[in-house]
């Protein structure tokens, strides 16, 4: 099974008090990396500059073994700023390149589309209606499956009531879509199991809803499942990436075999929780499992 992965690849620049770090990231690239790391062939199509930090990516997408069709851009790659202290959230800043994204979906992009067993979108300029109709138009001609993660960010937003439009217009029918509380919050401004049920309601095949600490909940036709966060060893390092690798290991076991029954869903959302859970240990997003901490001193992990 194939995946193509649509939305952003970038450089999360993390300050905090014990200085200045960079990551390659993004929540689309986390998802296909991830999907890679999980045994899934992926390739991503995204937005990057001519420059040293588009290089970073390019190597990052090639360790990993992921193919990128990438659309140039003039402002450069782009890149988010997240400022963390003590206590509260982080607060992210995101550069013009980030704000101004844009992906064209040309032959490349449309044939593999053709050729994927499943397209995945995670982070995209839904509020850019040319941009999103173009998007919707390669997928219906390609006769994928889809699946969404709408993932808003406040800071690459610019119109709410659009961005809500472009991404129920993708929602409608997807073999899965996932929303987190701050999805539900930002974008509609009402309770997880609200926006979930709007979604089945819409026509969603599966919905993962995401509630951080508190777990995750699939829901598909008359099935609904709820799983709490796995409890692994060591503490919790960096939740950046936690949802991506919860999605990532979902539609891993999406592509595998499709889940049917209740003991099927609950063992893609045992997979997921424990993919976050594991993820949480380390600084960064990338996807891990929890066999990467066997044989480690849990003491020192991200450290």
Not at 148 to 157: E, L, S
Not at 274 to 281: L, V
């Amino acid at each position: 099974m194939t995946v193509v992965v649509v939305g952003d690849a970038l450089i999360d620049e993390l300050r905090d008090d014990h200085g200045v770090r960079e990551f390659v990231g993004g929540a689309a690239l986390n998802v296909a990396v991830g999907l890679a790391r999980l045994g899934v062939p992926a390739a991503l199509v995204a937005m990057l500059g001519d420059d040293e930090p588009a290089s970073r990516v390019r190597r990052y997408l090639a360790d990993f073994g992921v193919e990128l069709l990438a659309t140039p851009s003039l402002l450069g790659t782009a890149r988010a700023v997240s400022t963390r202290s003590g206590a509260g959230e982080p607060v992210y800043e995101f550069n013009e390149a980030s704000q101004r994204r844009r992906i064209r979906f040309g032959d490349a992009e449309r044939q593999a589309f053709a050729d994927a067993d499943l397209v995945v979108v995670s982070c995209f300029a839904f509020d850019d209606a040319e941009q999103a109709a173009e998007l919707a138009d390669a997928i219906a001609a390609a006769g994928a499956p889809v699946a969404v993660d709408p993932n808003p960010r406040t800071g690459m937003m610019h119109d709410k009531d659009e961005f809500v439009r472009g991404f129920e217009a993708l929602a409608a029918g997807a073999a899965l879509v996932k929303v987190g509380e701050d999805d539900a919050a930002l974008l509609y401004g009402e309770p997880l199991d609200a926006l979930r049920a709007r979604l089945i309601d819409l026509g969603a095949r599966a919905v993962l809803a995401t509630e951080g600490a508190a777990g995750a909940t699939i829901e598909a036709g008359e099935v609904v499942v709820t799983r709490p966060i796995s409890n692994l060893p060591g503490r919790i390092v960096d939740t950046m990436g936690a949802g991506d690798a919860a999605f990532a290991a979902t539609v891993a076991a999406l592509v595998a075999r499709t889940p049917e029954s209740a003991d099927d869903w609950d063992t893609a959302l045992v997979s997921a929780m424990d993919s976050a859970a594991a993820t949480c240990r380390f600084e960064g997003a990338l996807l891990r499992t929890p066999s990467a901490l066997e044989g480690l001193d849990i003491d020192h992990i991200g450290t």
